[in-house]
Each structure stands twice: as structure tokens, then as C-alpha cells.
Nanobody, 124 residues
Framework: QVQLVESGGGLVQAGGSLRLSCAASERTFSNMAWFRQAPGNEREFVAGIHLGGGDTDYEDDVKGRFMISRDNTLTTVYLQMNSLKPEDTAVYFC???????????????????WGQGTQVTVSS
């Protein structure tokens, strides 16, 4: 059974940093991504990475503040979040897909596998 396990969420003051991790139970994915969902909002794409080539893409609001990366085993991805704002408060989800394409897709339905989510709260 495929598992994606997120960790690293928590409470931080505005301007602070957090690093999220997502560990996959197998090395069969081509792309992994981070999404977030704030109360009352739809789940939205934050950042994605092609595990083989390392190509990345970001939602406009986090460009320059967040960075997605992967480790050498290609089973763990990270989301380094800097200069956090209260509006970054949300549950952050890790997602993964197979397929081999280096294109970073953004719609939720393109990712069949999801983690349970980790809460990030940014206080003002």
C-alpha cells in the first residue's frame, strides 16, 4: 500500500520559517507536489517537482519564499517555507503521481496519491 507521510508542520510567527517533509513508501513516482487547504477554501497547488530531472514549479504567491526539493533517494521531498505570512496558514498535503512526464501538473485530480496533511499555522 502506497503511503505518503508528511511531517514538520507547526506554529510559527509571521516572518518565520518551517520545513515540511514528505516520505514516500516506494520509489515509483515521477512527480511529487505540495498542496494546501485553508478553512473554507479549496485545496490549491503550492509547489511541484519532477523527481528525475529536478524541474520545479510554484504558485505565484509563494515564489521567492518557498522552495521544493528532493533527496538523493527520490523518495522524500521537502518544502522549505521562509518569510511566512498569516495567509499561509493551512493544512499542507503531499501528493504524488507516476507517469514519467517532467511536466509539473497543478490540478488535484492529476495526483492519485495523497498524504494525511500537516497543519501550518502562522501567527501575526
Amino acid at each position: 500500500q502506497v503511503q505518503l507521510v508528511e511531517s514538520g508542520g507547526g506554529l510559527v510567527q509571521a516572518g518565520g520559517s518551517l520545513r515540511l517533509s514528505c516520505a514516500a513508501s516506494e520509489r515509483t513516482f515521477s512527480n511529487m507536489a505540495w498542496f494546501r487547504q485553508a478553512p473554507g477554501n479549496e485545496r490549491e497547488f503550492v509547489a511541484g517537482i519532477h523527481l528525475g530531472g529536478g524541474d520545479t514549479d510554484y504558485e505565484d504567491d509563494v515564489k521567492g519564499r518557498f522552495m521544493i526539493s528532493r533527496d538523493n533517494t527520490l523518495t522524500t521531498v521537502y518544502l522549505q517555507m521562509n518569510s511566512l505570512k498569516p495567509e499561509d496558514t493551512a493544512v499542507y498535503f503531499c501528493a504524488a503521481r507516476r507517469g514519467g512526464s517532467s511536466i509539473i501538473t497543478k490540478p488535484q485530480h492529476t495526483y492519485p496519491y495523497w498524504g494525511q496533511g500537516t497543519q501550518v499555522t502562522v501567527s501575526s
